[in-house]
């Protein structure tokens, strides 16, 4: 199997994106390195070049994911002053990255890929506790400005956020992609705003 020579950043890149792309078609939830590879155009000795193993590629997603995450933070922030922009656009943002990365759901919620690595899981416990917590500061933002009831918890109003989308996520993954997320955003985003604006 032959394939372009490319700068070894541009094909790791490649790889966990491949990757995610597998997760999300394979339906046996089983990320194997030779459908990586193959979707890739590699050999899978040449994948092991930039990745020593199946975990290290998922240790990859994992900081891809984080990227993601806090990536739509910082935008959100220069984009708007206003919470309720903020906390809006993040919402359908974070949307948007479940349904352009169906493995993501599928990584989160599946044992099988997880199996006993606990060290991943606890990886992804610190990208999501980070991630709450810059929730968190928008939240406390929008009540030094008035935007927000000062009797809200600010942890509690994150967590409610993030709980809007990760049912969905859940329900969307489960149902393969029939669940619709808008219909969900349209009805719990405007529940969630009367619950903490002031």
Do not use: C
């Not at 372009?4 to 390195?33: C, F």
């Not at 990365?101 to 416990?125: A, N, T, V, Y």
Request: hydrophobic share 40%.
């Amino acid at each position: 199997m032959t394939t372009e020579k490319l700068p070894t950043d541009v094909r790791r890149e490649q790889i966990v994106a491949s990757a995610l792309q597998v997760m999300g078609e394979n339906p046996d939830k089983h990320l194997h390195i030779k459908d990586i590879a193959q979707r890739v155009g590699l050999a899978p000795s040449a994948l092991y070049r930039h990745f020593r193993s199946r975990d290290a590629i998922m240790s990859a997603i994992l900081e891809l994911i984080r990227t993601k995450l806090y990536s739509n933070i910082e935008t959100v922030r220069q984009a708007s002053e206003d919470a309720e922009t903020r906390l809006r656009e993040l919402l359908e943002r974070h949307i948007r990255v479940i349904r352009s990365e169906h493995g993501i759901p599928r990584m989160i919620f599946s044992d099988e890929l997880w199996g006993q690595k606990q060290e991943k899981r606890q990886k992804m416990f610190r990208i999501i506790t980070g991630y709450l917590a810059e929730i968190v500061d928008i939240v406390r933002e929008g009540q030094a400005k008035g935007e927000i009831r000062q009797d809200v918890n600010p942890m509690a109003a994150a967590r409610m956020f993030f709980g809007i989308v990760q049912p969905a996520a859940l329900l969307w993954h489960m149902s393969e992609g029939r669940f619709d997320i808008d219909e969900h955003l349209a009805i719990a985003w405007p529940f969630f705003w009367q619950t903490i604006k002031s």
